[in-house]
């Protein structure tokens, strides 16, 4: 007899949760019926966990030691973990070739090694149970880069190939990932000149791009693995 609590119904990770889409998307996972830890730096996710019946940490998806607090505690509060949800931040942005060294790592950190780390510690505790999912929320310039945004739209191509590769490795145990690929959202503020380049006339809302994610790491979506899905308005036309 172990001292861990003892649940019925999935559990999902969700990272950079105390707002925006990471918010809405644990909003939807519970709503769904999963069990949910949540990590943010800002003390809202303490609160939202709360709201919501979780586990809310505080710490940041660059920090290596962070995540893997969260992992350990999904193993201890829960015994299993099926779904994560890699929510991550902004990037720096900048001039191409004015971006220092430092601003790329940092970029690195916060967008790509989070993810890879985030894959490393999950992987063992989602083998031990019934297999899992993960989703990457990236970001349309993965696949149309935009020079506004150079940091962001690098390394979200590199972390397309990098859930090819996990697919690749982990489909045949039971394990899947898939990125998600939203366009402008309603998070943030978005020019006129942008929104009127949307086929569908508007913005999209974090709680659109929620669903998508919980249909990604649902049952229905088992046969959906290494794919790159626009949530987008119709935005990207290639």
Known sequence: MTDRAVVDGPVAV??????????????????????????????????????????????????????????????ERFGRLDAVINNTGHAPKGDLLSLTDAEWREGI???????????RLATPLMLAGNGGAFVNISSFAAVEPGLR??????????LGNFAKLYSQQYAGRG???NNLLPGWIDTYPVEVEAIAKIPAGRVGTPEEVAKVAAFLVSAEASYITGASLLVDGGLVRA
């Open 175 to 177: 394990l899947r990932m």
């Open 149 to 158: 945004h150079p940091v962001s739209a690098t390394l979200r191509a590199a």
């Open 109 to 119: 950190d916060l967008l790509l090694l989070s993810v890879i780390r985030m894959a």
């Open 14 to 75: 969700v990272t950079a949760a105390s707002r925006g889409m990471g918010a809405a998307c644990a909003r939807e996972l519970r709503r769904r019926g999963f069990r949910l830890v949540l990590l943010a730096r800002s003390a809202d996710v303490e609160a939202l966990a709360d709201e919501l019946g979780g586990l809310g940490i505080r710490g940041s998806v660059a920090v290596a030691d962070d995540l893997a607090r969260v992992i350990e505690a999904a193993g």
